[in-house]
């Protein structure tokens, strides 16, 4: 999904959740969380990328396609199961906001990337990290080509 509905979402959400807590740090965390979880893209791009890290080249669709392997670290619904049972736990609602915020993101990812990617690119487990480890990160065997629909990724 692109960053601009990511920042959309983020303060929409943020603004949800300062309704039902009344904290703007609670708010924040669940917002920042929601943006920032991209960052593991750019990490990716230094990492893998064979062209210079520019706005042009890194907001290229079809940039990861290209490099064999793509591990997007924070693109995983792990982290939301290891912040809500962090945030059960120690009983930290600051854990509670950053695990909606990384559940949300990871849902629009969800459905904004297959929506414009078209059923079937995505393979079934892309955003759980274990899947990915399992298929060794194989871009090959997580972004599937369909007929007549070119390989992109957001």
């Keep these: 999904m692109r960053p601009a ?12 959740i300062y309704q039902v807590s009344a904290s703007w740090q609670l ?7 929601e ?12 990492l893998r990328s ?10 290229s669709r079809n940039n990861s396609l290209d490099w064999p392997k793509i591990v997007f670290a924070f693109h995983a619904y792990e982290w939301v199961i ?9 009983d930290l609602p600051v854990m509670s906001a950053a695990a909606l ?15 414009f990617m ?12 274990s899947y990915r480890l399992y298929r060794r990160f194989e871009t ?7 007929a007549g629909y070119p390989r992109k990724i957001n």
């Design 5 to 16: 509905w990511h920042v959309a979402a983020g303060i929409g959400l943020g603004g949800v």
């Design 101 to 115: 915020g990384a559940a949300v993101h990871l849902i629009l990812d969800e459905i904004g990337n297959r929506r």
């Design 140 to 146: 090959k065997d997580l972004i599937h080509e369909a």
């Design 35 to 46: 943006v920032f979880m991209d960052l593991d893209h750019a990490l990716e791009h230094i």
């Design 50 to 59: 064979d062209r210079p890290f520019c706005v042009k080249t890194f907001f």
């Design 82 to 90: 290891v912040l809500a049972a962090l945030s059960a736990y120690y």
């Design 118 to 129: 078209s059923p079937g690119h995505l393979a079934a487990g892309f955003y759980f990290l």
């Design 27 to 33: 708010a924040s965390v669940s917002a920042a969380t």
